[in-house]
């Protein structure tokens, strides 16, 4: 009842889209039948859960943010959701986000905006706002998002809370509404390293529902978290030096990284020079990929179909889709069409392929002499509400730090530590090798303990 009462409290931040109370009061009372009848419990035992509206759950509606599947009912449940709930999680309601994850403020989504707990005048970040609001509001212990360019760490960021993308195939994204699927990740939202360490570890590990799915072996990390390990850790100075970082994020970082020396870890520069093609490859490969993967959403077996005339089956496409999408969703689609047209596939998606393939071969050396690369999670703390909205440009750039991880295809997470002049919280970002989750962990619970 405390979560159904403070989702009450707090319905002006928007964060759910639909609140499953009667469900979780029902599920509640299960399983403390189950505790008092000396049943087995799970690991997660009634660990109250939101999820974010891109994540299946079988009979329960499911829309993406998006008009185009406002009413749509989930046939299935996605794997991580089912392997939480064989644990005892309780799932409490689907989490507002932007319209199919593409936005980088909670500014997207057809259910409206989600406002920063701290400061509603401020936007939570994107696209996973409704989770990171849940669990910096108090509203669930723990929430599902998902990461395709950073947005599990930089709504985490806006937020002050810790938000976690496991590396790509860790987690399986069966069930997972696709945007960009060689980019997408389920990621966790929390307040504590080792709660995420163990939704982690239950939702990792292969799945027969999705090919992409690593068939590495998933260590125990929330009982391996205790490390007295020293880390070699690399940073950018392209990344510091940025002109668009906040002179007071820059500071704070610098600060930090000579506490870190102090306490015996080893922190050395590392040129990178691919900084300022991340954000371009990464827009022209996620948005080719969605402009395939959302065609799908043409309201003819199911979603959002107009009711206005129409002359033949084009012109009902045209409609369906002309109506039942946002505004930021038909740019990312008609940009993704043009990259993968005749005539300019080569010159932008081909290069952009390129530019991946030599960020993630930097990335491997790099873990070749370092445990850790150390970046912002975001150039600024959360900004209001309409300051980037008239600009994709400068909105797309609130991405720039967190990319570069989900083009590497490596973990990372946002770590909240520090308080803006303004009032507001920012974090930094911490990334390992790919399926080395268990070192970042270990760090960021060291970085929790200091």
Aim: hydrophobic share 40%; charged share 20%.
């Amino acid at each position: 009842m405390h979560y159904l009462s403070r989702i009450e409290e707090t319905r002006h931040l928007n964060a759910f889209v639909e609140v499953f109370a009667d469900e979780a009061l029902k599920r509640a009372a299960e399983l403390d039948s189950k505790k008092k009848n000396g049943l087995p419990c799970g690991r997660l035992f009634g660990v109250v859960t939101g999820i974010k509206d891109v994540i299946c759950f079988k009979d329960h509606k499911i829309s993406a943010g998006s008009a185009i599947l406002k009413g749509f009912t989930s046939l299935y449940s996605a794997t991580a959701i089912e392997r939480l709930i064989a644990e005892d999680a309780i799932i409490i309601g689907n989490l507002n986000c932007d319209e199919f994850a593409m936005g980088s403020s909670n500014e997207n989504s057809a259910y409206g905006n989600v406002l920063n707990a701290l400061d509603n005048s401020r936007v939570p970040g994107g696209s996973s706002g409704g989770s990171a609001v849940a669990v910096q509001a108090g509203l669930c212990m723990l929430s599902l998002g998902s990461d395709t360019g950073g947005s599990v760490r930089q709504p985490a960021d806006f937020c002050g809370v810790t938000g976690f993308k496991p590396g790509y195939g860790r987690i399986s994204r069966y069930g997972l509404i696709a945007y960009a699927s060689s980019f997408d990740q389920i990621g966790v939202f929390g307040t504590n390293i080792e709660d995420i360490a163990l939704f982690t570890e239950i939702m990792a590990g292969p799945d027969a529902y999705d090919s992409t799915a690593s068939t590495n072996p998933v260590p125990a990390f929330s009982q391996l978290l205790k490390t007295t390990k020293k880390f070699k850790i690399a940073w950018f100075p392209q990344a510091l030096d940025h002109p668009s970082l906040d002179p007071e994020i820059a500071s704070s970082i610098r600060a930090y990284f000579q506490e870190l020396e102090n306490e015996g870890h080893t922190l050395k520069p590392v040129d990178f020079d691919y900084l300022d093609y991340i954000v371009p490859a990464y827009y022209i490969l996620t948005t080719a990929e969605a402009s395939s993967n959302l065609s799908r959403y043409d309201g003819v077996k199911y979603g959002y179909r107009t009711k206005d005339h129409v002359n033949n089956l084009d012109d009902f496409y045209r409609k369906n889709r002309s109506q039942g999408f946002g505004k930021e969703v038909k740019r990312r689609i008609m940009l993704g069409t043009f990259v993968l047209s005749t005539g300019y596939y080569d010159a932008y998606y081909t290069r952009a392929q390129q530019i991946r393939r030599r960020i993630q071969e930097q990335t491997e050396l790099i873990f070749k002499d370092f445990d850790i690369i150390l970046l912002p999670t975001t150039p600024a703390p959360a900004f209001k509400f309409g300051e980037k909205s008239h600009d994709a440009v400068e909105m797309f750039l609130a991405d720039l730090f967190t990319v570069f991880a989900n083009l590497a295809g490596i973990p990372a997470i946002s770590i909240p530590l520090f308080r803006h002049s303004n009032g507001m919280p920012f974090g930094i970002q911490a990334m390992t090798n790919q399926f080395e989750e268990l070192s970042l962990l270990q760090f960021s619970n060291l970085s929790y303990l200091r």
